[in-house]
Structures are given as C-alpha cells and as structure tokens.
C-alpha cells in the first residue's frame, strides 16, 4: 500500500529563505516554519498552508536578520572580508555597500556626476517620448475588439502598363460577397469621399464630418454605444453621433430622439450616440448614417446600384474565425471582372482585382506598389526607433567616457580592494549598481521632461498620447528599460575597471588614463558620427521639404479659396457671382468639382486621333468646371484659351494639361476632337501641369478639364489682391450666407490646404531636428566633461609650459586640437553614411533634389564650430590659471 507524498513547503520560497537569512540563523528558523507549515496543512490545508509560509518569509526581510555572526579574531590565514568575499553576488548586505559606496562617488565628484545624470535623462527622456510615439502608432486600431479579422476590399487595376491599387471598388460589391461568399461573417459598405455637412439644429448651423456606412459596421469596429438603440440603424432616416458631437449640438440634453436637419435635404432622428474613436483609429467621424439612406437622397448613388463600372464607393468586411483571408483572395479576386467580362479592353489590359488588406495594416502599411505592398509610415517609424536607440547610445557612451577618463583616480580604490580579498566579480558588481543607481536618478529627472514636454510633443504630431501610470505593465516597462541602459552604460567601464593589476597599481606603475584614451576616443567618434549623420539627414530633409514648397504649381494659390457648395448655391449662382463681383472684394469666380488643390476623379476610356485599344486603359485625372476657371485659378495658358461664355460650342469642350498633350501625341492639340462617356468633345485650350497631386512630390498626372457646370459642388473664390484677406472675407461673407441660409459659411484658403501636403515630411523634418538638436547638446556635455578633465589632469604640464613661455593660445591649442581631430575623422566616416541612407529615403519621390557636397561642408563647419565652443571654455580657463598654484605642491 503506497503512502501519498508528504507535503512540502514552496522551494523558490526556501530558496528565498536560504538566501536573506544569516547562516548562522538559517537552520533555526527554517525548522521553525517548516514546523508551523505542517501544523498548518493539517489544520487548514496544503494550499493555505504554502501561501501562510511564503507571508513568513516575506516577513523576514528585515537587516537585523541579514547580520553575519561577529567574526573570529583575525589570524594569518582567516579574515573577515574573506566571509564578504564569500557572499552572493546580489546579496542584502553586498547591494547595501554598492549603493552605500556609489552614493559617496556621486557625492565626491559633483560635476562629472550632474553631467552623467542631465545626459542620460534627456538621452532617456527622448527615448521614452519616441517610444510613447511608436507606441500609440503600432497599437492603432487594437481597441478593436475584431481587430484580427477586419479587412478592407481594396482593387488592383493596370492602366497604361502601370499596375495601381485603390481603396475604390464599385457600389455591387458589397451585396455581391454578402450573398456568393459564406467565408464573410459581416460586410459594411461606406462612402469614401464624405466630407463636412451641414447640421442644423433649431437656428444653429454646424459642420461636422460623417459617413454613409452599412448599418453592420457598429458591430464589426465594437463602437462602444453610450446611449440609445444598440441596433440604430434600423430607421434609414436615422443618425448616430459620437459623444464630443453630442455635446457639442445639444450640450447636456439627452440626444436620443432629437430631430436633425440634414443639409436641408431631410430630418433624421438621433438613434444612439457613440464614444468618440482614439486619435489614433482609422475610421474618423463626427456621426455616422445608414447607407440605404444616400439612395434615398442622391440620384447618381441609386444610379450606381448596379454599375460595376463607376469605382467611387469603400467596403469594410469581417471574417469568420479561423477563416484563411489568403483562401478568401483566391475567391473574391476576379469578382469584379466577372461582371466586366464582355469588355476586351477590361479583360485583356485592366485586369481587376479584388483583395483583402488586413485593419493591422491600415495605418503603417498603406502604399502599394504595381499591386504589391511596399510599406507606408512604418519607415517613419522605424528610423525614429533608430533615433531613439542612438540618442541613448550617445548618453551612454557619456558615462562610459567619463567613468573611464576617472579610472586612474580609482585605481587605487580597485588595487586595496583587489589586496584585501574582492573578487573581480564583487567589483563588477559594485560598478554596475552605481551605473543602474545613476541611471535611475536619471530616470526620475528623464520622467519630469516627458511630462512636461508631453503637451507640446503632442501638439507636434497631432496626438492625444499620455503616460499611463497606473498601468503595471508602464512600470515593468520602465523598470527593465532603466536598468538595461544602467547595464549598457556601465558595463564597459566595470569590465574596464576592475580589470587592473592590484599589485601595479599599488606599486604605482600603471598610468590608466592613457590606456583608456584610445577607447575614449573611439567612443567619441561613435558619439559624434551619430550626431553628425542626424544633422546631415535633418538638413536634407529640411531641403527636400522646401523644394517641393518652392515648386512651381501652375496655378496662384495666393488669395484663393474654395468654399464648399450646396443646392442652394448652385441654384443661385448667377445672382450670387454678381453680387460678389459688386462688393470688390472678388476678382473672379467658378465652379469646380473638387478643392483647388486637388482632384477628386479619374477616368479612362477617351478616344483620339490615332489611339489604339491599349490606350483607352490610360487613367486621366479629371475636373469639371464652369466659366472663367484659368481666370480664377491664376493659370496662364500655354495654347489656346480658358472656356468662354462667347463660344456657345464650350458647352462641349475640354482643356488638356501638358501631360495629356504629351500622352496623347498631340502636335496642336487646340481644335483636335475627343471622345469619351459616348460624347465628342473639342479641345479649346491647354494648361500647364497643375500640381493637384495628392503629394507634391509626384509627377503630374494627364489631365482633362471638362465643360461640366452641373456635375461642381465647390466654388473657388479669387479675392481681390488690393484687399486684405480679413477685410475680403467681411465683405463677402453675409452674400454667401444670405444665398446659403443652410449651411455656416466654410471656407479653405488654397495656399493653406496646399500646406498640409507637407504634413507627413514636416512631422518627420521636425522630429528629426529636435533629435539632431539633443544629440548634439548630449554629445557636448561628453565632451565639455573630458575637457574638464583632460584639464585637470594636465595642469602640472600646463603650467610648466607656461612658465617656459607658451601663450594661452597654445595652451588652447593643445587641449583643443585632440577634439578636432576626432570630429573630423567622426564627418568622414559620418558623411558616406548619411548620403547612402537619405539617397535611399528620396527615392521615394519623384520629385526630389541632388544632395550636394555644400550640405557636408556646412556640417563640418558647424561641428567644429559646436566643438570650438564647447572646448574652448576648459582650455582657455586652463591656460588662464596660475602656474604658481599649478605648481606650489612641487
């Protein structure tokens, strides 16, 4: 008959046990617990009994009983260091003396410690700000509670020869994989184009952004639903607002049930009312709106119904758990062909193609590449990891240099210690927990930056990001990272130091300082070949972002602005052009159908003269307009004029962009006739290449400018130059909303949007010289440190050549030109570096700059003149000071 096993008290906690207690108390108390622990198993059970032993243990970490036994008298072979000697590497008492002794070094050298510390808090500092950064963009979208199994429909199509991806998909789609496809557990259809509309409530006019989107999607992106119906789109006269919009229409009155007037088209009913989404989500928006309910308001969407041609529409789907999305590609992809299958041209060249892009994609993997994706913003994210990890590799190897440069004034300190029984071990150790305690001092003052630096940090790339404090897993974070650079930090300098001879240096034969220079001064070229490399990048990037400012556009987008159009002005707008043109204020009016700054459609399918079928694939972008749009624009035609209510033939007419002339072979194009949408149209001017990309750095693309006054909703306003553009805006502000009583008067200067093309490489160009800035200010404390004691150490020296006759100069010159010297080599090395990596980032663009030699000369001379100043202080008050005092101990 077996016996169950006897049961036994947790081994970590004994283990834990053995190692707080002094040994000569370690077999007393254990019997005592283990006694009590089997009292305790009988009485209340195993379970309680283990969790009761560990609260004992833990009870126990008290100093009085970490006490050794006092020792024996010394003898010739038995000493008390050598039970020191003996304990464990993180022991109670062993961690007390380091902290112990590390605190008296700090205090003994004030100066070389507040260097170390305000270097390694900004050096942490910054990487903590860019890993809150990276941080809040690679959790995008995760508060998603379908995060894994939201995708997006996206289409590849090829068009003259070029393979392009597009988030555009026709209108049927979504029907068409809710009804053929079972592998979908939900499918959204959206509007992609959706911008403000006008909100009216009683007499109060708001703008506000929403979005037509399927009634599926408030389940599938897990919107938390505050208040009202949890299925509020039921109704298709119905709307759902975020909260911030709530409160912002009704203040603190319950929204449910309210009635809205939308864009005085229909009354919709306030059916629930959703938390605003992070900052950080892909889908924004102000409210939402059931999308039976565009059908119901806008002929051209019913009318979209059932063409698989008109790509104007968005599709968000959810796959069911454990579905392949690779399978899936398999099956959806020729989905839209199938229904274009009777077209050639659509089946031989254009070739489309659906596919699924994952929600874990969405923000930093969004370009794409003939139909391959090729990345997106996780550049920008990785390089300022990069950043991050330089900054603190640059303050460390502060620490590192100092901490050696001192070594011969701790020598000594190593050679008894070594004498009387350390171990290089115990050395090591004590090294290193005054390089985890600096760099925790460090942290502390590294915490007050990031929080007070946070709100502008914020401000800066448009962030809401915040530090969680109450959150163990910041700490844990926190912990490992400060203690990891506490480790990088000091880890050469404790190998380093406790790697001396004892008897050398107590024989006084060893001269530590010079055989640390040449490490010292390998360090200070890294340091500096960072610093170097970001000034070169920031400059370049600086450069890039002004040449594409600087571009020539085509257009003036100085005193031009768009306003959004409605119903009612366009209904009015004869009236309306009168009555601006009466106040003086405006020059010149038109109507478009997208911003100044950009365009809003594309087309294939136009015919002229000596086309072949593969050119009807040719994707043109595509604007329509009304009268006087050069006139208005600013444009100055290069052949041909603008359309002219003296022509009653421009009601067909068209204007070709240089890049159009060039695709399509036209010697003179002015009068040449095209045909497209089953229409002939005749070309009455040309245009220079506009620069209405989405980015200002891309090549323009061919263009056609229709005559199509019924197909505009902006209206661009020229305002008249002698008026400022306050004063302009006054005036002409009540004729707009006397002809527009609906909607608030909302307006975008051009030059303003044309602004914002810039935000991504602004963002990038500011961070980086932020970087570039505390680099360099971090690598100058290292090397205002060295000075100071490449100073001292030589001020015997100094003051021996001075009795002999040297000038100040000299003595400036000696200690200077050791620095120059390794700045220099730090540019060359730096120079190549930095060329190779920001020639790799302007391939991205198009339109781009040559880096010339002048941005490397420029940064060689800054570097010097950095270092000239940061040097030159120690040196001159060193070559200042009185030979007498320098040499009164000899």
Known sequence: MSHPPTPKPPQWAQRLLMGITAPHLREEIQGDLNELFHKRVRRSGYQRARLLYLLDVLLLLHPRLWRRETAPRLNHHHSRFNDVSNLSFFHPIMLRNYVKLAFRNLARHKGYSAITIAGLAVGMAVAMLIGIWIQDEVSANRHHKNYATLYEVKLNQTFDGRRGTQDAIPFPTGEELRSHFPDFKAVAMYQRSDGNRSLIVGNQKFLKRGIFIGEEAVDMFSLT??????????????????????????????????????????????????????????????????????????????????????????????????????????????????????????????????????????????????????????????????????????????????????????????????????????????????????????????????????????????????????????????????????????????????????????????????????????????QFTFSVTLMIGTIIIYQQIQHGKNRPLGFTRQGLISVNSSKDLLDHYEALRAELLATGAVSSICKTNAPPTQWWSSNSGWKWKGATPEDESVIFTTLATGYDYAKTMGIRMKEGRDFSRDFTTDTHGVLLNEAAVKRMGLKHPVGETLRWANREWTVVGVIPDIVIEWSAYRDVAPMTILFGPDWVNFIDVRINPALSPSVAIDKIRPIFDKYNPTYPFDYQFADAEYAKKFRSEELIGNLSAIVCVLAIFISCLGLFGLASFMAEQRVKEIGIRKVLGASVSNVWGLLSKDFFQLVIISCLIASPLAWYVMNQWLESYTYKITIGVDVFVVVLILALLITLLTVSYQAIKAALLNPVKSLKSE
């Open 225 to 526: 639903i505050l208040n009202g119906d949890k299925n509020p789109f039921k109704d298709p006269y119905s709307v759902v607002l975020t909260d911030e919009t709530a409160q912002a229409i009704f203040g603190n009155q319950d929204p449910i049930g309210k009635i809205i007037r939308l864009e005085n088209k229909a009354d919709i009913k306030v059916t629930a009312v959703v938390a605003k989404q992070p900052k950080n989500a892909t889908l924004q928006f102000d409210y939402l709106l059931p999308w039976q309910l565009q059908e119901r308001l806008y002929e051209w969407v019913k009318n979209a119904k059932s063409d698989w041609r008109n790509n104007d529409f968005g599709l968000f789907v959810q796959l069911k758990d454990g579905v392949d999305p690779g399978q899936t590609n398999a099956k959806i992809k020729d989905v839209v062909l199938t229904h274009q299958a009777n077209d050639a041209n659509i089946r031989k060249l254009v070739k489309p193609e659906l596919f699924l892009h994952p929600m874990a994609k969405w923000r930093l993997y969004s370009e794409f590449t003939e139909g391959k994706n090729t990345g997106g913003f996780i550049k920008y994210v990785r390089l300022f990891g990069v950043f991050g990890l330089f900054i603190l590799v640059i303050a460390c190897i502060n620490f590192m240099n100092l901490s050696t440069a001192r070594s011969e004034k701790r020598a000594k300190e190593v050679g008894v210690r070594k004498a009387v029984g350390s171990g290089r071990e115990q050395l090591i150790g004590q090294f290193l927990s005054e390089s985890i305690l600096i760099t925790g001092m460090a942290l502390v003052l590294a915490l007050g930056i990031v929080l007070i630096s946070l709100p502008y940090f914020n401000q800066l790339t448009e962030k809401a990001m915040v530090i969680e404090f109450g959150n163990p897993v910041f700490w844990g974070i926190t912990l490992v990272f400060t203690v990891l650079t506490g480790l990088l930090a000091g880890s050469y300098p404790a190998l380093y130091l406790s790697s001396f001879n004892p008897v050398r240096i107590l024989k006084g034969s060893i001269h530590v300082g010079k055989s640390a220079s040449l490490p010292r001064k390998i360090l200070v070229v890294v």
